[in-house]
């Protein structure tokens, strides 16, 4: 596969709403939008299971609502219980129907004071889901992406894309800063190891503001046209949804030139 066509969607888990009706709803909105577009991955916000405890009886309607052909789904995190810890977990979906469960490795403060417990971030083989096209996707949520040793460990296994579930709270009326500043690093982690990358953030709501930094980033996107940091990226429509075409052929090249530039080798060794 050359051309990977991708998509973030900012739905999330209403106050009130069981888990359950939310999957549903979920489910039934992946397969109008896969009637649409027929997308290859479609990733959902950080935290769009909400705080409440996801059980192993709510993992197994996941594979029940997925009975048709599905594209390869990061249906956002909730709150996981394994071992007896408390983690914030991806919960992803092959085409398949297998679901991997990828954990949080940098927590915010508000997350440790709940009791979440991190994942040792030097453990990469659970960050890492290949599928059965040969295709590797790294998993990181949300404040994982500012570790630029913990991205680098994961480009230097091989990944051909990385997908970012992600919450980008701020201040009250800092949401334009919040948004630049994830634009900002998403670009950047993109461009400095050459990978393509999603974002998927959430909408602001009432006593919650986000930057709603959502986005899809080519690393080899390179014209004369581009007059600002958006121009380096594909954006939510207004209906929120960001999609793009990515092919995997021209991001290759450009990572052969800046390897032979020196530009790149030098930053995993």
Not at 26 to 48: A, C, G, R
Not at 51 to 70: A, G, M, Q, T
Not at 117 to 142: H, M, P, R, T, Y
Not at 185 to 192: G, K, M, Q
Request: some cysteine; aromatic content about 8%; overall charge neutral.
């Amino acid at each position: 596969m050359t051309i990977l066509k991708l998509m973030t969607l900012n739905q999330t888990i209403s106050k009130g709403q069981s888990i359950l009706d939310f999957m549903i709803y979920q489910s039934q909105l992946v397969y109008d939008k896969t009637k649409e577009l027929n997308p290859d991955m479609i990733v959902f916000p950080e935290y769009s299971f909400g705080r409440d405890l996801l059980k192993s009886s709510d993992l197994e309607n996941l594979i029940n609502l997925y009975v048709e052909p599905h594209p390869t789904l990061v249906l956002g995190t909730g709150v996981h219980q394994a071992k007896d810890k408390y983690r914030n977990t991806a919960i992803v979906l092959s085409k398949s129907n297998e679901i991997h469960l990828i954990q949080k490795s940098h927590l915010m403060s508000h997350e440790r004071d709940k009791g979440l417990i991190a994942k040792d971030w030097n453990n990469l083989s659970q960050n890492i889901v290949e599928f059965s096209n040969g295709l590797k996707a790294g998993i990181v949520i949300c404040a994982d992406l500012w570790n630029s040793e913990f991205i680098g460990m994961l480009v230097a296994k091989g990944i051909d894309i990385l997908l970012v579930p992600t919450m980008s709270v701020t201040l009250d009326n800092h949401d334009m800063y919040a948004r630049y500043q994830w634009y900002s690093l998403a670009l950047v982690r993109s461009r400095e190891f050459v990978i393509p990358i999603v974002v998927s953030d959430q909408l602001s709501r009432p006593r919650v503001t986000t930057g709603f930094a959502s986005c899809i980033v080519d690393p080899s996107v390179k014209n004369s046209k581009i007059k600002s940091l958006e121009d380096f990226l594909i954006l939510p429509d207004k209906a929120g949804v960001a999609y793009g075409e990515i092919d995997l052929s021209k991001i290759n090249e450009y990572r052969k030139y800046r390897q032979n530039e020196g530009l790149y080798k030098e930053r995993l060794d």
